[in-house]
Each structure stands twice: as structure tokens, then as C-alpha cells.
């Protein structure tokens, strides 16, 4: 006599007691007899109401001897087991990704079947696991019932509320080989690799540039688009990328949240504050190939470029003067407005442009910073000095 003489007249599926056989048949007709008192959640078998229970009183009698983690499942605490011994027994045939649990590889199957069989009712998007689909109604419904206790900030998921509670403790878990960077998360790591690597695998169709990220690609389409999706509230510009906006915030807020250790001046964007250190540092890694000089900014090179090709394409309206720079027409102009907007709070002095007023302040501190090679004579200006120095050369360029 066989040990499982109960068999499904459904699936066949065979058992060895009556019990679990009507147990099972729930399966098969969608009956669930057993409710929650609490919430109303019903069940097909007794066992999953009682674990369920365990969430309204927060019982979880099953602990983690590696790290202490407790679970109100014991099903539960052998799943998160694998986090310490890094089983995974269940692999991709595609692929041969591996995973801890069944439920994930599952998952993972539908990136290769292309399968998103959840659907968002408000837009229409639709994900391969319900869970994603969960987390995407958050965005419609603004719900953010994660919070820090540090800041308050909240989120709607909780794997972001971790992520943010890094920047707090300061925690850079994963470092890079090539170079020994930290980051706070693995998939940042992952993006900094490519630095090295030199991968950029997606091109834009358009042009046919090469993108480390896909994000940066997407970014990237809305200077040929001209799509500025991202709008401000306060002055109504608008950008291509989030971020540009909230960089842009700034310039209403006044927050300047980047400091420089040296000086102590602080800026809007890392990036100012990266090339404002090159004041310090002396660096200036863009080079002119024309004539060699170096400058601290790419932007300061192509201005330099011009005075090699002659290029002039700001042009004054009323005299018709050119100017390779608009910043310096813009400079010209005030000299036809007689505009004099920086004064000597020493003797009231006015000046056109702020660089006279601060070499006309050396006048009074008496600083002459600027020195002979030759003699050892110091001056305030650097013209003075290239003056000076030609009556160590005898070179006289001016003959009347």
C-alpha cells in the first residue's frame, strides 16, 4: 500500500494524510475559511492565519544567532540565514544568475521573458513583480511612511530611507580596487568601475555618443529633443535634468552647502568648489595647443582660443566695437553709461570695473605682491612690473 494514499482528483498530487489533502483542495477552489479578527485578511489553511497574527502583536520568537535579527516566521529566519552563509541555490538557465530564494529567481525570469503582467491603473505602467508595482504607487499617491530619525526627511520606500541614513553615519562599505574609493552603495561602485573600464556601452542614435549609464543617455536626448521637463516654482526656468534644477534652487535659497577646507568659502555646486581648490592647488590641466598656456577651466581655455583665431562676435551697438567675450562687452558698455559701480571705502574713489578697485586699493595697503628677477624691486601691478623689467633688457618699444 503506498505511504501517500490521498490523491488530488485536480493535480494528482498525493498525500499521506486526509487532512492535508483538504488542505490542499483550498488551492484549487480559492476558499480561505480562516480570518483575521484584526484586519479581516483571510486564509486558506489555519498555520498561515497564525504566523499572519504575529504582525499585529509583533511577536518574532525566531532570532539570528549570527546577527541577532529576529522573525516572526521561522520560514523567514532560514530565508535570511543565506544573507550570512551566501547560499543561492536557485539559478538562471538563461543567464546563470544565482539566487537566495525561489520567489527572486521567479522574478529575475521575467527580464528575460520581457513578462509584466502588473499594471498601474492610474498611468498605465507596467512591472514584472507586484512588490515593483507596489512601490510605483507611491509616486501617484506622494505616501512616504518611512522617516529618519535624524532629519525627518521621508520616503517611500525603505530600502531609500537606508540608503539616506548613510549620509548621516558617513558609511562607505564598498571600495573600489583600482583606485580605493568609497561608496555608500554597490551600485554606485558599480557606475565608478566604469571610470576605469572605459565602458560605455549605450549610444545615442542621434549623434553617436557613448554613455557609461543609461540615465546619462536619457539626459543626454533632451539636448536634441529640447525637452526641459523640469520646471522651477520660483522664476519659472526650466531644465532637461533634476538635478540642474536643484542646483538651480540654490541661486533662490542661498544654500551653499559645499565648503572649501582651505579657505573657507562655500558654493552652491561640488563642482565650483572643485575648481575653485585649483586656486589653491595651482593646477590648471587645460592646456592651449597654439601657444601652451594652461588654465584651471575648460571654459577659460576656449575664451583663450579666441585671441588665436581672432574671433569677434560681440559687437558694441553703439560705437561697433568687437569683442571676443560677451562678458567683456557687457564690461565696454559701461564706459558709454559712465556706469561706476565700485568705490574705495578708503577715499571714494569709483571705478568701472571691480579689478581696477582692487588694484587701486594696493595704493593704500601698499601691498606690492609682484617682483624683479633681477633686482629684487616690487610692484603693485604687473604692468608696472613687464615695464620695469625692460630697462634690465634695454628693449624700447616705443620710438617717437
Same mark, same amino acid.
Request: charged residues 20%; glycine residues 6%.
Given at each position: ?106 522574478? *529575475?525570469? #521575467? =527580464?528575460?521573458?520581457?513578462? &509584466? ?6 498611468? +498605465? %505602467?507596467? @512591472? !514584472?513583480? /507586484? $512588490? ?59 557606475? *565608478?568601475? #566604469? =571610470?576605469?573600464?572605459?565602458? &560605455? ?6 549623434? +553617436? %555618443?557613448? @554613455? !557609461?549609464? /543609461? $540615465? ?59 575648481? *575653485?581648490?585649483? =586656486?589653491?592647488?595651482?593646477? &590648471? ?6 601657444? +601652451? %598656456?594652461? @588654465? !584651471?577651466? /575648460? ?60 588694484? *587701486? ?6 601691498? &606690492? ?7 629684487? %624691486?616690487? @610692484? !603693485?601691478? /604687473? ?18
Amino acid at each position: 500500500m503506498s505511504d501517500k494514499p490521498h490523491s488530488c482528483e485536480v493535480c494528482g498530487y498525493p498525500f499521506a494524510r486526509k487532512s492535508n489533502l483538504l488542505s490542499h483542495m483550498t488551492t484549487h477552489t480559492g476558499e480561505k475559511p480562516h480570518i483575521c479578527e484584526v484586519c479581516g485578511s483571510s486564509f486558506a489553511r489555519k498555520s498561515y492565519l497564525v504566523s499572519h497574527m504575529k504582525t499585529h502583536t509583533g511577536e518574532k520568537p525566531y532570532s539570528c544567532e549570527v546577527c541577532g535579527s529576529s522573525s516572526a516566521q521561522k520560514s523567514t529566519l532560514l530565508i535570511h540565514m543565506k544573507i550570512h552563509t551566501g547560499e543561492k541555490p536557485h539559478s538562471c538557465e538563461v543567464c546563470g544568475s544565482s539566487f537566495a530564494l525561489k520567489s527572486n529567481l521567479m522574478t *529575475h525570469m #521575467k =527580464t528575460h521573458t520581457g513578462d &509584466k503582467p502588473h499594471s498601474c491603473e492610474v498611468c +498605465g %505602467s507596467s @512591472f !514584472a513583480s /507586484k $512588490s515593483t508595482l507596489l512601490r510605483h504607487m507611491k509616486t501617484h499617491t506622494g505616501e512616504k511612511p518611512h522617516s529618519c530619525d535624524v532629519c525627518v526627511s521621508s520616503f517611500a520606500q525603505k530600502s531609500t530611507l537606508l540608503r539616506h541614513i548613510k549620509t548621516h553615519t558617513g558609511e562607505k562599505p564598498h571600495s573600489c580596487k583600482v583606485c580605493g574609493s568609497s561608496f555608500a552603495e554597490k551600485s554606485t561602485l558599480l557606475h *565608478h568601475m #566604469k =571610470t576605469h573600464t572605459g565602458d &560605455k556601452p549605450h549610444s545615442c542614435e542621434v549623434c +553617436g %555618443s557613448s @554613455f !557609461a549609464w /543609461k $540615465s546619462t543617455l536619457l539626459h543626454h536626448m533632451n539636448t536634441h529633443t529640447g525637452h526641459k521637463p523640469h520646471s522651477c516654482d520660483v522664476c519659472g526656468s526650466s531644465f532637461a535634468q533634476k538635478s540642474t534644477l536643484l542646483t538651480h534652487m540654490r541661486t533662490h535659497t542661498g544654500d551653499k552647502p559645499h565648503s572649501c577646507d582651505v579657505c573657507g568659502s562655500s558654493f552652491a555646486q561640488k563642482s565650483t568648489l572643485l575648481t *575653485h581648490m585649483r =586656486t589653491h592647488t595651482g593646477e &590648471k590641466p587645460h592646456s592651449c595647443k597654439v601657444c +601652451g %598656456s594652461s @588654465f !584651471a577651466q /575648460k571654459i577659460h581655455l576656449l575664451r583663450h582660443m579666441k585671441t588665436h583665431t581672432g574671433h569677434k562676435p560681440h559687437f558694441c551697438e553703439i560705437c561697433g566695437s568687437s569683442f571676443a567675450q560677451k562678458s567683456n562687452l557687457y564690461k565696454h558698455m559701461k564706459t558709454h553709461k559712465g556706469e561706476k559701480p565700485h568705490s574705495c571705502e578708503v577715499c571714494g574713489s569709483s571705478f568701472t570695473w571691480k579689478s581696477n578697485l582692487m588694484t *587701486h586699493i594696493k595704493i593704500h595697503t601698499g601691498d &606690492k605682491p609682484l617682483s624683479c628677477e633681477v633686482c629684487s %624691486s616690487s @610692484f !603693485a601691478l /604687473k604692468s608696472t612690473l613687464l615695464t620695469h623689467i625692460k630697462t634690465h633688457t634695454g628693449e624700447k618699444p616705443h620710438v617717437w
